[in-house]
């Protein structure tokens, strides 16, 4: 039986899903939670609700300690459970559009570290392709059985985190074993993740400060970990707008390579992999700052254990302590430290705005928490105390290094060790990307590639709606 590419919304749906047929966008949310796998799902990859509201809310001030307002755009409710789902639906979709990929000749490889394996899972899956996730074997093992659940395979590589060369190597080995079947979309070089954070992440966040009032109407600062350095791409969008936006990076303590050419093993899953990634526009970053993977654990930890949600309900009250629980996981968490410590650092006000993002939620680290406790005991109500303070409230705003035009010139350099040694870029291509026309062309595809989708979904109507179940 002949498989079917199928595809879902446009970079402009994904934006503004209100924009997608009614008919379409009514079975996509009665499927959100009746069949999370029907391909019709693929429709509700956005970052608003059935209602029209953006996922985001504001962390209070009692917890962070900052008059700055620390805006946290949450990924829990996105397919798949992380944003990361939109990254690789849009690599997917414009390799599909464009004829670059086929379901009855090609399996796709996702060499990943997480949650874009998984995403690339749930995609693939969803959109009839046959695929294989490449994953280091120290990650979580929700990360393996969610692989698993969403229709794909996986190969585990030895380490973890910080070892992306490894997913390379094994990538690029079983492609030679087939190299016309076998197709890899790497996040760190494919310009569709790029793409959906840009145009999609970035837009969102605009147009929240604005349509919600939220502080001045402006973001003064976006403060987001890299991994892939897909999500920080919104920030080439929002400082398009708002000319004054920082953008930094957070990166691990135990792994600074942005900021100190450094490496190491950590724990802060889903950022930090050792190398400057294709498609970061180190150009248009501010600073880095790092964070240690031990406090973003240690304060997940707190903020989802019982004797640490009591403690924070204390501080707020108990709807917000629960309401915050299910949203984080170890980065997002993360990220609001590095987004406390650049709110001092900045010496930003009442009524500036941060944004950041919580890129997916507790259920893919219960056995991290396991392990936490086993390494340092069961939290009790001191403990938590403790380390709320002194992760939260009185975070330094320390381990922070400026963008000057030396330290952006030496984030570029380092792209040369991985693309052009490694993983055959040219010279001339990472001279490229100092001309922001480089970026700019990248932008402009978005409209491109959603003309592409849109003719073939015209061409390919009624066997997509019989597909997505739809009457129309």
Not at 105 to 129: F, Q
Not at 251 to 259: M, N
Not at 291 to 307: C, T
Not at 387 to 394: D, G, V, W, Y
Request: glycine fraction near 8%; aromatic fraction near 12%.
């Amino acid at each position: 039986m002949k498989r079917v590419p199928i595809v879902g919304p446009t970079y402009e749906e994904m934006l503004h899903p209100w924009k997608i047929n009614p008919k379409i966008r009514e079975k996509a949310f009665q499927m959100k939670k009746k069949d999370p796998l029907h391909p019709v799902n693929l429709f509700n990859i956005t970052w608003y609700n059935e209602k029209g509201e953006p996922y985001y809310f504001i962390m209070p001030k009692e917890l962070t300690g900052v008059d700055a307002n620390i805006i946290v755009l949450y990924a829990k409710d996105f397919p798949s459970g992380s944003h990361k789902v939109g990254a690789t639906y849009s690599i997917l979709m414009e390799k599909t559009v464009s004829g670059e990929v086929d379901p009855t000749r090609h399996t796709l490889i996702w060499p990943s570290t997480g949650n874009y394996g998984i995403g690339g899972a749930w995609v693939s899956s969803r959109m009839n392709y046959d695929s294989i996730v490449i994953l280091p074997e120290e990650m979580s093992q929700e990360r393996f059985d969610t692989i698993t659940e969403y229709g794909a395979r996986y190969v585990k590589t030895p380490g973890g985190e910080a070892n992306v060369r490894e997913i390379y190597e094994k990538s690029k080995e079983l492609q030679r074993e087939d190299p016309e079947r076998i197709k890899i979309l790497n996040q760190f070089s494919e310009f569709g993740n790029y793409r959906f954070h840009y145009y999609v992440t970035g837009n969102t966040a605009i147009e929240l400060v604005r349509k919600y009032n939220i502080g001045n109407g402006r973001i003064s600062a976006v403060v987001i970990g890299v991994g892939s350095a897909g999500t920080i791409a919104c920030g080439d969008r929002i400082k398009q707008e708002f000319p004054e936006t920082k953008v930094v990076a957070v990166e691990p303590l135990q792994c600074p390579t942005l900021a100190l050419n450094g490496y190491g093993a950590h724990d802060i899953q889903g950022i930090g992999d050792k190398h400057v990634t294709w498609i970061h526009n180190v150009y248009n970053m501010d600073a880095v700052v790092l964070v240690s993977d031990i406090d973003a654990k240690k304060m997940l930890h707190v903020m989802v254990d019982e004797k640490g949600k009591e403690m924070l309900s204390e501080v707020v009250s108990r709807d917000v302590v629960e309401f915050l629980s299910d949203k984080f996981g170890i980065s997002g968490v993360a990220n609001v430290i590095g987004a406390i410590k650049m709110a001092k650092f900045y010496g930003l006000k009442e009524g500036d705005n941060i944004i950041t993002v919580a890129t997916d939620n507790i259920d893919r680290y219960w056995s991290v928490i396991e392990k936490m406790e086993k390494q340092y005991g069961k939290l009790d109500y001191a403990e938590a105390k403790s380390r709320f303070e002194r992760i939260f409230l009185n975070q330094e705003p320390s381990w922070i290094f400026e963008g000057t035009r030396w330290q952006r010139e030496r984030w570029h350099n380092l792209k040369y060790y991985t693309w052009v040694e490694q993983q055959g870029k040219t010279v001339e291509e990472l001279d490229s990307q100092r001309d922001p026309s480089y970026w700019k062309k990248q932008q402009d595809l978005v409209k491109y590639y959603d003309e592409l989708l849109l003719e073939y979904r015209e061409k390919h109507w009624e066997e997509l709606t019989r597909l997505w179940e739809v009457q129309l």
